[in-house]
């Protein structure tokens, strides 16, 4: 699935998902100053087809500046639409997922933004197929987010928010690296999510990778991570069984190299 997904980024490269023949007259800067850093598939616009939708980071001189969220429709043809649909994120965007958080079926973002230590949620705007309602913003502090990945962690049928988190040398006191689980609840009104205070487990080493998924096969969700290991640079998966619907506590149940 790794390699599926890297051909596909390959084949559409940064001209087909930043557009580059917009920058200079949308005043997006030189191509050299763009980075896609994820990518995911969904039917963002309810037509029926998959659209393909890239996760843009942008350093303009250095400095690491707002993301988006680049967006090409497909048409009923099967072609995709130029130039791409922008939806602004954080600061230095590091991953996303494509998921329904709010449970109307349609696709939202969820965006992980190392540079500014937030999560951005962004719901589908139902009035607007294949646009995006104003961010949500979560924040991390102290912690840096690398990576998300969603599920029912607690087993209320709301959809949850996982995030890997490398430490923050620059902020003081430093913390541990650590997964951090916020918990959707209730919801005041259609259209609009809300999220508990973040829960954080601190792990050992350095978390790069998050995915979300039953993995011994409880009902329960658990967490997998991909971690840099203390002593060395060699990745380290750990398998976190959570199972927060029966416990509220983490352990790590395996390790694998």
């Known amino acids: 699935m790794q390699t599926h997904t890297r051909l596909l980024l390959g084949c559409i490269g940064i001209l087909a998902l930043v557009g580059c ?13 763009y980075l896609v850093n994820g990518i995911a598939v969904a039917d963002v616009d309810a037509n029926g087809k998959p659209d ?35 939806f602004g994120v954080g600061v230095d965007p590091a991953n996303f997922v494509a998921a329904d958080v709010d449970g109307d079926g349609r696709p939202d973002l969820v965006v992980a933004n190392a540079g500014d230590h937030t999560v951005s949620v962004r719901l589908a705007d139902p009035a607007r197929p294949g646009f995006f309602l104003p961010a949500l913003v979560l924040s991390t502090p102290g912690r840096i987010p690398l990576d998300v990945a969603v599920g029912d962690l607690n087993g209320d049928g709301l959809t949850d928010i996982v995030v890997a988190a490398s430490s923050d040398p620059g902020f003081t006191p430093v913390l541990l690296a650590a997964v951090v689980v916020f918990h ?5 009104g259609p259209n609009a999510v809300q999220f508990a205070p973040p829960v954080f487990y601190p792990i050992g080493g350095d978390p790069q990778a998050v995915t979300v998924a039953d993995l011994d ?26 199972d927060l619907a029966a416990d509220h506590r983490a352990r790590i149940a395996r390790t694998m190299r």
């Not at 920058?23 to 030189?30: A, H």
């Not at 939708?53 to 988006?68: I, R």
């Not at 959707?184 to 005041?188: A, D, G, Y």
């Not at 991909?226 to 002593?231: A, D, K, R, T």
């Open 217 to 242: 096969g409880n009902g329960l969700a658990d967490i997998a991570i991909v971690v840099l290991g203390e002593s060395s640079q060699l990745p380290i998966g750990f398998v976190v069984d959570f």
């Open 184 to 188: 959707q609840i209730s919801p005041p």
């Open 52 to 86: 393909i939708l890239g996760m843009v980071s942008t350093d303009l001189g250095g400095t690491p500046t707002q993301g988006y969220v680049s967006t090409r429709f497909q048409n009923p043809n099967g072609t995709f639409a130029l130039p791409p649909t922008r």
């Open 21 to 33: 023949s917009k920058y200079d007259n949308n005043n997006y800067g030189s191509a050299s100053g």
